[in-house]
């Protein structure tokens, strides 16, 4: 089975023809040709941040072997702590929070660290960890930013406490740059087991290279599924000039048709709590690469039937600036309504329908009432959350991304503007260097 791409609420194959219903033809060649170039340029390796296209390539560069040994000597741990921020830190929990079941104890659990410098989440997290079997994973490209630092600082030191340091080796794994930074002369100096991020893969595209894949491979995820998955998408869409089959290419141009037409938010939902955290993964993705010059879509996400009790109302009736993408699921655990005698919550009319099947219903008539309330909608639709239509997402979420910025003459793979909250911080902070 394969994911399936919609416009508005029409379940059908997306064509030109479908787009010139709603936008104007002569916009919706101009965006079909912008996005060609886009993608051409990416394909020759001739676009902005070229120097960072590794990601592309990451389906086919996979060394299994490698993260089964790591895997192999670190799941009997009882925890894991995944030590990282952003690009670091987003795509792990993203696929991990999707899959896992929240109400069962895991062994080895994940826990997530350093990706913010509150103190009662450190100090909680050493106090949880006092009679646990736990192992640090470290994660950071550049080995420098200041969240993961600190953490990792006090948990290096917690570790070397419970376990001693003749067990370090046994219990970290450092994920930096292969040459680079502070984290790599560390693993050198203590000799620990280490794993490369290419240099040419940025940090939000990193989720497919070891990055994401061997903490999630440690806590049971089938990693070559998603790298399967996000293969097949591949296939799909890279050097495809077709808007009925390639469906990065016609997203990319959804979205630069509302660009176009002043809809300057995006909301992306799911009806599917498990993917909260790959919506955050979804908004650093769009947000970093294509938020600069002063230009980009602001990337916001909600997860539905929640937040139509909330945000609903905007939607439905705020300011006509936002547009709306869905991601649908089209199979879920099978459960049904059964029948009351006295009906005294008057969900008879209900009975023998799934849940999943009122899931979806909602979905429908949601977006029919956002579409008719004058807000655009592209659902992308897979039939199982499982890993493989997870990379099949993420491989074309990261492509669409990487048109949509070029789109917008911007540089999907830098991130100048994160720089200026840390420079701020560092003189603050009276770091030497920064006074
Ligand atoms: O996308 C990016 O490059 C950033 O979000 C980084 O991932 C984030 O700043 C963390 O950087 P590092 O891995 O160097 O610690």
């Known amino acids: 089975m394969e994911s399936k791409f919609f416009l508005n609420h029409q379940e059908t194959k997306l064509t030109r023809e479908i787009f010139n219903q709603y936008y104007s033809p002569q916009l919706v060649d101009q965006a079909y040709k912008k996005s060609i170039e886009s993608i051409q340029a990416l394909n020759q390796k001739i676009c902005k941040g070229n120097q960072f296209l590794g990601w592309i390539d990451l389906p086919e560069k996979q060394n299994f072997e490698s993260y089964k040994k790591i895997s192999s000597e670190f799941s009997n741990f009882d925890v894991i702590v995944s030590i990282g921020i952003g690009g670091s830190y987003l795509g792990i929990r993203a696929i991990y929070e999707s899959l896992k079941n929240p109400f069962k104890k895991t062994k080895p659990e994940l826990i997530f660290a350093g990706h913010h410098l509150s103190s009662k989440y450190l100090v909680e997290l050493l106090e949880y960890l006092k009679d646990k079997n736990f192992a640090l994973i470290v994660i950071s490209k550049s080995g420098t930013t200041t969240e993961p630092a600190i953490y990792f600082r006090f948990l290096f030191k917690e570790l070397i406490y419970h376990f001693g340091e003749k067990e370090i080796q046994k219990r970290i794994i450092v994920i930096t740059d292969e040459e680079k930074g502070i984290l790599r002369k560390l693993a050198r100096h203590y000799n620990l087991i280490s794993e490369v991020i290419p240099d040419d893969v940025g940090g939000r595209y990193s989720i497919l290279s070891p990055v994401g894949l061997v903490p999630l491979s440690i806590v049971g995820i089938q990693i070559e599924d998603l790298i399967k998955g996000a293969k097949q998408m591949k296939n799909k869409i890279q050097h495809n000039t077709t808007i009925e089959t390639n469906p990065a290419l016609s997203y990319a141009m959804y979205r630069l048709l509302n660009y176009w037409n002043s809809k300057e938010i995006e909301f992306i939902a799911t009806y599917r709590p498990e993917l909260f955290y790959f919506l955050e993964w979804w908004k650093q993705l769009f947000g970093e690469s294509e938020g600069k010059n002063f230009k980009g879509i602001f990337p916001a996400s909600g997860i539905f039937t929640t937040d139509l009790h909330s945000l609903g109302q905007w939607i439905q009736e705020g300011k006509r600036n ?34 999943n099947y009122i899931n979806r219903i909602a979905l429908q008539a949601t977006r029919i009432a956002h579409v008719e309330g004058g807000v655009p909608n592209f659902t992308i639709q897979i039939p199982e959350l499982n890993e493989f239509y997870l990379g099949n997402l993420i491989y074309f979420f990261e492509y669409s991304c990487a048109i949509s910025s070029l789109n ?5 793979f830098d991130q100048p503007g994160v720089e200026a909250y840390k420079t701020n911080m560092f003189r603050l902070l009276k770091k030497p260097g920064f006074i």
């Not at 709306?324 to 008879?348: P, W, Y």
């Open 322 to 355: 936002i547009f709306e993408t869905i991601i649908d699921i089209e199979n879920d655990v099978e459960i049904k309504i059964f029948s009351n005698v006295d009906d005294s919550d008057g969900l008879n009319y209900l009975e023998n329908k799934s849940l």
């Open 408 to 412: 917008l003459d911007v540089n999907p």
